[in-house]
Each structure stands twice: as structure tokens, then as C-alpha cells.
């Protein structure tokens, strides 16, 4: 489905997604489906995560674009990834992923409605 190279960027996103996931007792299961042919993640107190080949080349972590799950982790590491607006988080084939700031942002996500309603 996906070139080898973005397949296995891919794959470690999906293994960190069930990572955080496990140490979040609070967001349930992860329910793992296709959407718009992207690999799609979501927990019943959360907002999607899907994860898909940007258009340019190399791999990208999608949320719901009127979420506020890209444009809060925007506002904490403005310069450190490239963004698709207020859906996505861009990275080239030769990009390193900084997986311990993507936690924040599987995290936020996985539990965003539990978030939302503190606020």
C-alpha cells in the first residue's frame, strides 16, 4: 500500500500510537480502521489519528482539522516540524522524527475530549 521506505516510518507510528495508548488507561481501546485509505486511529474519547504519504513525498500524522490537537502542538514546537495547516504533521523521506515530541501529540489526541472538557 505505501512505499517501503514510508511503510516503515509509518509502522513505528502505529507501534508508538499503541504505546502511548497502553500508558493512557483513562482514552479505553484503540480502535484501528481504514479511512480514506490511510490507517486511522481513534479511541472513544478522542480524535482520529491517521497516518499516510504526504503529497510531496515522504509520510505524514493527520488529525481531524477542526481539532485543536496540530495548532496547540504548533504553538509548542513552531520550527521543529513542517505542518499541513491545522490537519497534519509533514515529514521527508530523510526527515528524523522526534518521537518523544510526537507523544505529546499522539497523547493529545488519544485522550482529546477528556482534554476538552477540563478546559
Known sequence: MFPAAERD???????LIFK???EMPEVGQVEESLKWEQ???????????????AKDG?????THCQSRVIPEFKSLFPDDFRYDGT????FGPSDTVDYSKL????????GYRLSQSQS
Do not use: H
Not at 103 to 110: D, F, K
Open 9 to 15: 516510518a509509518l509502522l513505528k507510528l502505529r507501534e
Open 20 to 22: 502511548v495508548a497502553s
Open 39 to 53: 490507517p486511522s486511529y481513534v479511541t472513544k474519547v478522542g480524535t482520529p489519528i491517521r497516518l499516510g504519504v
Open 58 to 62: 515522504g509520510f505524514a500524522v493527520f
Open 87 to 90: 490537519r497534519g504533521v509533514l
Open 103 to 110: 507523544r505529546m501529540l499522539i497523547r493529545n489526541a488519544l
